[in-house]
């Protein structure tokens, strides 16, 4: 199974689409075998949903989320989890010991400072 973290480096960022890379778990067995940073290849509308799953991407952790981009992932049956905080590694331990929760925190507006 795949786990994606949506993140700024090692942290969980609060902008899923607009995040700098995804921070990718490979896990077998309850425990993670391997990690790789895979840069975002850039926010379009449907595309990032898309393209997790092509990685194989079974969970999708971040910050915070659009509706759209929730929605596109239960179609691709994807659990996303959102409103995490903190590190990548650390949400997906949390995950794996079945103590990470969805808050529910989904974008309304995109006003972003850039």
């Known amino acids: 199974m795949k786990i994606a973290v949506a993140s700024e480096g090692n942290v969980v960022t609060e902008h899923f689409g607009y995040c700098s890379n995804f921070n990718v778990f490979d896990i077998e067995g309850n425990k993670v075998v391997k ?52 590190s990548a590694e650390d949400a997906v331990n949390s995950y794996l010991q079945g103590t990470l929760e969805s808050t529910g925190s989904v974008c309304h507006q995109h006003q972003h400072d850039h």
């Open 35 to 86: 990690t790789e940073s895979v840069p975002n290849p850039g926010h379009r509308p449907g595309f990032l949903p898309n393209f997790l799953h092509d990685l194989g991407v079974k969970v999708i952790i971040s910050g915070g989320m659009g509706g759209s981009a929730v929605d596109i992932f239960n179609e691709k049956d994807i659990e996303v989890i959102i409103g995490v905080r903190g």
